[in-house]
Nanobody
Framework: QVQLVESGGGLVQAGGSLSLSCAAS????????RGWFRQAPGKERENVAA????????SYADSVKGRFTISRDNAKNTVFLQMNSLKPEDTAVYSC??????????????WGQGTQVPVSS
């Protein structure tokens, strides 16, 4: 059974940092693009960061550029999201996803359950 499990979420103060991890199991995701999405209350889900299967291509939403960094460890089937200089508007449920594509993630094949990241002002 394929599973993506996020960890590392939690309450953080504005200006602080948080590191999220997404461990995959059930199959190898070394040939899958990976990404992080977030959904804030009352807003649509957005793709905040994406990374290609080999880690060469990364992309970020304008709202997080320069503050968030996505990375992956294919040997551990895990993708990471380092979030720095957090703002209250970063508050959301963060979910990881995977798609079998040579590019960056567009239409995920698999989703994690999500982890809450509340940022206090």
């Amino acid at each position: 059974q394929v599973q993506l499990v996020e960890s590392g979420g939690g309450l953080v103060q504005a200006g602080g940092s948080l590191s999220l991890s997404c461990a995959a199991s059930g199959r190898s995701f070394s040939t899958y693009a990976r990404g992080w999405f977030r959904q804030a209350p009352g807003k649509e889900r957005e793709n905040v960061a994406a990374i290609s299967w080999g880690g060469v291509i990364t992309s970020y939403a304008d709202s997080v550029k320069g503050r968030f960094t996505i990375s992956r460890d294919n040997a551990k089937n895990t993708v990471f999201l380092q979030m720095n200089s957090l703002k209250p508007e970063d508050t959301a449920v963060y979910s990881c996803a995977a798609e079998r594509t040579l590019g960056t993630i567009k239409r995920p094949d698999y989703w994690g359950q999500g982890t809450q990241v509340p940022v206090s002002s």
